[in-house]
């Protein structure tokens, strides 16, 4: 008797071949459509096809979502991973929702024009359940804008060492758990998480940041709260 490893992730939407999840734009509107060429320094998403949501103008919480037949599952994949890619700086805030109850996160989007992957920590919530709705909201809060946000490969991963760690405002990034801070432009691409090479004495760490100095003297690496 041989077993299949369990999957690594839940993709949830990926858009190839049309939409797999029923996409409600309340506010504002939805379409499927080609992945526009560049964008992506980083290289995470050679997808042929993306969604695009176009909020709408004078809503600040401009509605999209999907309802599911069956509800999620947190107590495995419960660590929500979606790449987006906007016109402006911005944040992203996702919300799943049921019955029960709800759970809910936000990133800042500190760089523009760039295929860029924000992860929501849902771990501390693996025992909520009903949850059927996935909803996104682009630009939360504010009135004002109407911009396209595209977005793709929403999928869901197990927090492993991470799974139930509290967000710690304190720390910007240890590049384990808290990783609370959006690298922008200069620098987004220059920085990784590697393994700890010098693990000793008072950096005890598994992981550390990794920033390749390039393009001249005073090449930056920009934090953006």
Partial sequence: ISLDPAPTSIVYEDF???AKLNWNPIDGSFVV???PPGG???????????????KKAGAGYSLFQAELAQPLDLSIYNVFKVQVKTAAPTSVLLKLEGPNGFVEGINNIAVKDQWIEYSFNFSKSAALKGLNKIILF????VDASSDTYLFDNLIAVTAGA???VDKNPDILDDFECQRNIAYAQPG?????????PDKFGANLSAKVGRYKDVGGEYHALVMDW
């Fill in 16 to 18: 190839e071949g049309g």
């Fill in 138 to 141: 682009f630009d939360p809060g």
């Fill in 162 to 164: 991470c799974a139930g």
């Fill in 188 to 196: 987004f691409d220059d920085i990784t998480a590697v393994d700890n």
């Fill in 33 to 35: 459509v080609p992945n």
């Fill in 40 to 54: 992506d320094t980083l290289n995470i998403n050679g997808s042929t096809q993306v969604g695009a949501y176009t």
